[in-house]
């Protein structure tokens, strides 16, 4: 929904610069998206995310585990059990059940907080790299296409390639990561 509400701000704002002077400012595009996956910085972002994800579901299997231990071994001793240990024993189930919910809860949270902070450095770079192109090149604008929804975009204003350019960014040989 998000995404949907930003494509059509976005449609309306290149209409309504396409209709003011349009000859007059220099319109460009990128995909964002795109060049970030390019940019090394991203990769490494995404390695970083995959074992900060790791180490999350690993402490989850951990408490999950023994949580079913514990649940195993109640269940085959409740029969002889006096009542008030089958009391403790429950309120100790339903409080590690409480609390691997309230992880996966917490983890959740964290993996998107981790995920902001990774990549905040990452689009400010590529944002920084995107402004000295649109004015070394001439851009009054210059618009992420792959939030917005263009009906009709001529190559020769895609300006990734002087994006990467700025940022170093070579492209691979022909087939490679294929």
Do not use: C, H, W
């Amino acid at each position: 929904m998000k995404t949907l509400i930003r494509s059509i701000v976005a449609l309306f704002a290149v209409i309504i610069l396409a209709s003011s002077s349009a000859s007059a400012q220099k319109i460009g595009y990128v995909d964002l998206q795109e060049l970030m996956q390019l940019m090394p910085e991203y990769k490494k972002a995404n390695t970083d995310m995959e074992s900060f994800g790791k180490s999350l579901e690993d402490e989850l299997k951990k408490m999950s585990d023994e949580f079913q231990k514990k649940l195993l071994d109640y269940q085959k001793n409740e029969k002889t059990m006096p009542e008030a240990i089958k009391e403790v024993k429950q309120k100790e189930l339903q409080d590690m059940q409480n609390r691997i919910q309230e992880f996966q809860q917490s983890a959740q949270e964290n993996m998107r907080k981790k995920e902001a902070d990774l990549l905040k450095p990452i689009i400010e770079k590529a944002k920084t790299a995107i402004a000295q192109v649109a004015k070394e090149s001439g851009y009054s604008y210059i618009f992420d296409s792959s939030i917005a929804a263009f009906l009709y975009k001529p190559e020769t204003d895609n300006v990734i390639a002087s994006v990467k350019k700025k940022l170093g960014i070579v492209a691979p040989a022909a087939g490679a990561g294929q």
